[in-house]
């Protein structure tokens, strides 16, 4: 009987170890396909490489950084990573240009039935006026390629006095005689800017392509740093490697200008300055000696300073 029973007990552990189920095989192959997702490129954006900022980013694009903080839903501007795609124009608007679209009309067809008190659809076609494209086409021309900020008449009246009357041109000049020489040195338009040296010393280093962005000028510590021209702080910081203690002037919708290496900044964000107003002191901040590094940035790229500022 013992021996029936450690039988019976051994075939029921074989039998339980044998129908236990295999332990199933998890496919991870497509796991790092879901966490890769596709992110925006082409015109209007800019993949982040390692040691951008955002303020640097927005400079080379002529753009607010505020504005691309905004555009990309960064609720904190130093919060970028290296491969990220950022929008560095504003969104797409829908466009409203007004265009009649019109269809040929078959002519000799054949009798058309109506009643006598409703037009025909030739007249209703022929009744469309499309005279405000024109117009409308030639404002969209005229709008900045990019600034989300709109115009102010204010800033336009300041560095637009070339647009005034002929007749009151004399006291203008009898007022402020500097004037005159940077008006005459380029066309007037709308986006011209009154150009001022930003500093009196001597220039030790000229613009190049390929190397120096603007001019450098020499000086002591603690000189003044003038507006090049009329506009809005739009950074006042030291967040842009090799620049030191930078200021940046938005003149309008084309320039912008950039006063780098200073002591001590004497205007805040979103301030409105003058030409020639003291907007800092020289310094030698993130420089091997004391100098003013000046830009010209016209759209977004930088041009030779010494082709707008009047000769002396």
Known sequence: MIRVVAVLSSGLLLAGCFSQPPVAAVDRSSTAQSRSAPQPTGPGYYTVKRGDTLYRIAQEHGVDYRDVAAWNGLANPSAIKEGQSLRVAPPAQPETSGAVVANPVAIGGGIESRPLDQPSASTAVQAAPPPAVPADNGKLKREPRVGKEPYSDEAY???????????????????????????AATPASPDDVPWHWPAPGKVIGVYSESGNKGLDLVGKAGDPVLAAGDGKVVYAGSGLRGYGE????????????????????????????????????????????VKLHFEIRKNGKPVDPAAYLPKR
Request: aromatic fraction near 4%; hydrophobic fraction near 40%; charged fraction near 20%.
């Open 157 to 183: 009246a300041r560095f637009n006095p070339s647009a005034a009357p002929a007749g009151n041109a004399p006291a203008a000049s009898a007022t402020r005689p500097e004037a005159t020489p940077p008006a």
């Open 246 to 289: 930078l200021v940046i002037v938005k003149h309008n919708a084309t320039f912008l200008s950039a006063y780098a290496h200073n002591r001590k900044i004497l205007v805040k964000e979103g301030q409105t300055v003058s030409r020639g107003q003291k907007i800092a002191e020289m310094g030698s901040t993130d420089a091997d000696m």
